[in-house]
T-cell receptor, first 111, second 115 residues
């Protein structure tokens, strides 16, 4: 069974204090790994797709990386507007259309 | 921009009531999904549909049914609501285009409370 574990559950950062979020996964053949951002009271918003080990994607202060067993979301010099819950999801080769989500990491960035 | 609209942001229902949650997307996406989100459990897939009148069970279909009569509309039905169905319900859509089926566009969610 596909599994996705995110750590830490919660992260409190000072503005400018860089950090990383972890997403460990087990899947029978990876079609893709996805990162989403979710603001309170809203639906998740797509950030990145990673397909193979060694791949990296960047967007503003966020950078996602992928290995064969885990993905990291690096937040560089965060600002208060980066406060959100970050969700990781995997899609297996044999589970068309279905994503397995992790429980998320809640990030709070204080001024 | 893709827009996924869920009909109700907040609902309060009584145990045993029939509940309809409606979702409409405006980008001609083939795939539509219903998830529920609970603290500590993340998003769990209830049902999904890859075409009109087609549906597939997700991980937690018990107590739910769905309807997709038109491409843009996907409805979630709770035939007899129970308190353990109190949750945030999220609808999503996506294209079928090779590798991008994991890029989901979500609605704002419907928070259901069953008393």
């Amino acid at each position: 069974e596909d599994q996705v574990t995110q750590s830490p559950e919660a992260l409190r950062l000072q503005e400018g204090e860089s950090s990383s979020l972890n997403c460990s996964y087990t899947v029978s053949g990876l079609r893709g790994l996805f990162w989403y951002r979710q603001d309170p009271g809203k639906g998740p918003e797509f950030l990145f797709t990673l397909y193979s080990a060694g791949e990296e994607k960047e967007k503003e202060r966020l950078k996602a990386t992928l290995t064969k067993k885990e993905s990291f979301l690096h937040i560089t010099a965060p600002k208060p507007e980066d406060s959100a819950t970050y969700l990781c999801a995997v899609q297996a080769l044999d589970s068309w259309g279905k994503l397995q989500f992790g429980a998320g990491t809640q990030v709070v960035v204080t001024p | 921009d893709v827009k996924v609209t869920q009909s109700s942001r907040y609902l309060v229902k009584r145990t045993g009531e029939k509940v309809f949650l409606e979702c409409v997307q405006d980008m001609d996406h083939e795939n539509m999904f219903w998830y529920r989100q609970d603290p500590g459990l993340g998003l769990r897939l209830i049902y999904f549909s890859y075409d009109v009148k087609m549906k597939e069970k997700g991980d937690i279909p018990e107590g739910y049914s769905v309807s997709r009569e038109k491409k843009e509309r996907f409805s979630l039905i709770l035939e007899s609501a129970s308190t353990n169905q109190t949750s945030m319900y999220l609808c999503a859509s996506s294209l079928t285009s090779g590798r991008v089926t994991g890029e989901l566009f979500f609605g704002e969610g419907s928070r259901l409370t069953v008393l």
